[in-house]
């Protein structure tokens, strides 16, 4: 991995870099389309959340970062973390972590996930928390590797009242 800049990193030949805006159509254009292809396109989810179409204001929030991968100009996925409302203090939220599917099984989210671990233990958070599907299971297996635990119920107040899975990381 090479850094380009504090806001960029090259991975021949992906490109990680934070969200800018002209990233908000593409990026909702995916993430819908994840949620089709996997059946949870239903109210109470990020596909009917108005922040979905408006991502690169969503994360000009403090204490909140968004990390796309792109390929030729291509937009492949993107993960960020955000200071959600009601978590405990030291916690963000691990959000909006998708992959269009030809990007999947390439290493990719695990690189969106690293730079999104690594940028939330630099704005001093101590635990990431994530909310999820039973159909994600490709993600939630990514999660268990990335020493994500399952909890009972859900933190804070995402608004994302449908998700059915919940868990919790430990950064070191």
Known sequence: MTQMSSRQFYFMPVILRQIEEKDN????????????????DKPGTVYDDPTTDKLFELFQTEKSAYWVAEENEILLGGCGIFPTKGLPDGCAELV???????????????????VSNNTA??????????????????????????DYRFINAPLGDSGHHACTIWMLKELS
């Open 25 to 40: 159509v593409p990026l909702a254009k995916l993430i819908r389309e994840v949620f089709r292809e996997f059946g949870i």
């Open 121 to 146: 233990i630099s704005l001093g958070y101590k635990q990431l928390y994530l909310e999820s599907f039973p159909e994600l299971a490709g993600a939630v297996s990514i999660y268990k590797k990335q």
């Open 96 to 114: 909006k972590f998708y992959l269009s599917p030809h990007a999947r099984g390439e290493g990719i989210g695990r690189l969106l996930m690293q």
